[in-house]
């Protein structure tokens, strides 16, 4: 009773005195009446927990038994049906990868983990930002900061269908995509119609546009023809007469018949109008005055006298705007160094594209050829542009980051034969890489099957008994410890659960306070019970 009432250390248990009354009485009639009793009701404490313990590495170490009985029973014939269907499986995803990299650019695994996978994962998937698309009204700055992916009209395209229609013939190919043609058709329907149509459908909306266009076609049709200098007087007198439809790229026309001329100086003076950065820039105009500044000092350049000496002022000159032009359109070196094979430009382009690249080597490949020595200088300096823009889709040197909307567009615009450049250029998806080695590895193991069959199930057998022997060390290792040092630290764990659930049952009200719990583990760890 004095512990109970002067101790200081909290209230006293109800009823604690006749419960320690009962729990010693107890513990003198088991004394009494055998000294194993109470190893006998320890264990009987800790048997449900030990059984539950040791339940789930035996069931484990049988399981691992049965694997390997099975695997010590299979035929020759078998390991051979596995090692071919798993490489004919693994070829077709190798082949469906690579067929969805070369069409889409990604890998469909990929794709279908990132999209699916992640927010089943609590992932939140990145959607990049929607491509920037301009009116008419939009200043020309906002223009020049942010990038675009809007579908250009091809200021030189003047193909008629008779030669779309021979170059059919010859190839078997389709020169143009629905895409690019059905956006022909809507231009020609914007031409050709106005709102008045639906009033009087027998009168043609014949207005500014329709005029531009006309005399345009008929400028570009003298120009094609050989009649050079009837063309750029017309093209001319129309940027006179309409100077606010830059939207048009006249002066693209412009700039090509004059390098056809070789008048330089008119080209330099167009350059110097059109070349603003308050304008938004083309393919045509960078590499344009990329060759007009290669012209003054390709005829002596030499890397190996370049490397010597160092590079002149006209040199850094000529070699800053060819990293200039590059950073706007990557592609279209490659084209002029002759590096990739040409086809008919599309009808349609899209700015800093593969399809603006085509469409402007198609028709300038021959000026950069004219010029000694520009196309060498060229292909001694264009690749030092992505030096200086190592996240090109990141940030920009001289012009934002290079769009990231641009393949999906030239895939639309472009012909399927064509292969599409792509920048930065991609390296292959983990997948196919995968894919393609686990074919190899499961075709090399069904042809030595074949050939080697015993040897290769003696192989097979050592392969999976050396996987499997890891387990079973951890699994014998398991149930030596749960035998040995776990049993023996189950006795005094046992005995003060079984000391709680003594006072709980002794204990008026059922229940039990901090106090009472003191004087369980007191009873447990005591001399005179132990």
Request: aromatic share 10%; hydrophobic share 45%.
């Amino acid at each position: 009773m004095a512990d109970s009432g002067g101790s200081g250390r909290g209230p006293p248990c109800p009823g604690a005195a006749a419960a320690l009354r009962r729990w010693e009485q107890l513990r003198r009639r088991v004394a009494a009446a055998a000294p194993w009793t109470r190893g006998l009701l320890a264990v009987a404490a800790g048997l449900g927990l030990f059984y539950v313990v040791l339940r789930v590495p035996l069931r484990l170490r049988d399981s691992l038994a049965a694997v390997t009985v099975f695997l010590s029973t299979l035929t020759p014939k078998f390991y051979f049906a596995l090692t071919v269907t798993s490489s004919f499986i693994s070829g077709l995803i190798f082949v469906f990868e690579w067929w969805h990299f070369r069409k889409y650019g990604t890998s469909f695994i990929e794709q279908v983990s990132v999209s699916h996978l992640r927010p089943l994962i609590g992932g939140a998937e990145n959607s990049p930002p929607a491509p920037a698309a301009f009116s008419a009204g939009e200043s020309e700055t906002s223009r020049q900061n942010m990038p675009e992916c809007k579908v250009w009209r091809n200021p030189l395209n003047l193909f008629r269908g008779a030669e779309y229609s021979r170059y059919m013939w010859v190839t078997g190919k389709e020169p143009l995509t629905y895409y690019d043609m059905n956006l022909s058709a809507q231009d020609h329907q914007n031409f050709f119609t106005c709102d008045t149509d639906a009033l009087r459908p027998s009168d043609t909306g014949r207005d500014t546009n329709v005029l531009v266009y006309v005399k345009r076609r008929l400028a570009m049709c003298a120009r094609k023809l050989g009649r050079i200098r009837e063309a750029v007087k017309m093209m001319r007198d129309l940027m006179k007469e309409f100077p606010l439809l830059s939207m048009l790229n006249i002066h693209e026309n412009l700039l090509e018949a004059l390098l056809e001329l070789q008048a330089y100086a008119d080209v330099q003076a167009v350059l110097a109008k059109y070349d603003d950065i308050s304008l938004p820039k083309s393919a045509a105009i960078c590499y344009t005055a990329a060759l007009l500044k290669a012209r003054a000092v390709s005829e002596r350049f030499s890397p190996e006298t370049a490397s010597k000496r160092g590079l002149s002022t006209a040199e850094i000159n000529a070699v800053e705007a060819i990293h200039r032009a590059v950073e706007f359109n990557p592609h279209v070196p490659k084209y002029l160094l002759e590096m990739k094979s040409l086809v008919l430009p599309p009808e349609h382009i899209l700015k800093r594209g593969d399809s603006e690249a085509v469409a402007y080597a198609f028709f300038h490949l021959q000026h950069w050829k004219r010029i000694e020595g520009a196309l060498n200088l060229l292909h001694c300096t264009w690749e030092g542009t992505f030096r200086m823009i190592p996240y090109p889709l990141e940030k920009g040197h001289l012009f934002y980051p290079y769009p990231s909307c641009t393949e999906t567009a030239d895939r639309e615009l472009l012909p399927t034969f064509h292969e599409v450049s792509v920048y930065p250029q991609k390296e292959l998806p983990f997948f196919i890489h995968f894919t393609a080695g686990l074919c190899s590895f499961s075709a090399m193991l069904a042809l030595l099957t074949h050939q080697f069959p015993e040897l290769m199930v003696i192989f097979a057998k050592a392969c999976s008994g050396t996987l499997l022997s890891p387990l079973n060390s951890i699994m014998e290792n398991i149930k030596v410890f749960l035998l040995s040092s776990f049993w023996h630290q189950m006795t005094p764990v046992s005995l003060e659960m079984l000391s709680m659930i003594v006072l709980v049952s002794l204990t008026p009200g059922g229940y039990l306070t901090p106090a009472c719990v003191g004087q369980g583990r007191k009873l447990c760890s005591s001399d005179s019970y132990l």
